[in-house]
Nanobody
Framework: QVQAVETGGGSVQAGGSLRLSCVVSGYIGNTNCWGWFREAPGKEREAVAGIYLSGGGTVYAESVKGRFKISQDISKQSVYLEMNSLTPEDSARYHC???????????????????WGVGTLVTVSS
């Protein structure tokens, strides 16, 4: 059974940084890409970043480009999200997920979700 466990969330002030980590256990040989999405009260679920296991190609939401960086360590079955220049608008629960496709626009990983974890909470104060 494939499971994802996220860590690294917390409370920071605006302008601060956090690094989220996710370990995916179980067989991931059929996984095409994985990444992060976030959920905040009163807001739509938003795909934040995705990365392809083969080749390492990445995609980012426009709202985080230039501030967030996704990376992976396939040998550890782990994916990471480095978040810099955080703003209160980044406050959300961040979930790690596997997906069949990681794109942009109408084709973000949210549309092609495989499994995802319970998430880790990020709170950014002004």
């Amino acid at each position: 059974q494939v499971q994802a466990v996220e860590t690294g969330g917390g409370s920071v002030q605006a302008g601060g940084s956090l690094r989220l980590s996710c370990v995916v256990s179980g067989y991931i040989g059929n996984t095409n890409c994985w990444g992060w999405f976030r959920e905040a009260p009163g807001k739509e679920r938003e795909a934040v970043a995705g990365i392809y296991l083969s080749g390492g190609g990445t995609v980012y939401a426009e709202s985080v480009k230039g501030r967030f960086k996704i990376s992976q360590d396939i040998s550890k079955q782990s994916v990471y999200l480095e978040m810099n220049s955080l703003t209160p608008e980044d406050s959300a629960r961040y979930h790690c997920a596997t997906a069949g496709y990681c794109g942009t626009g109408e084709k973000t990983l949210i549309r092609y979700l495989g499994i995802w974890g319970v998430g880790t909470l990020v709170t950014v104060s002004s």
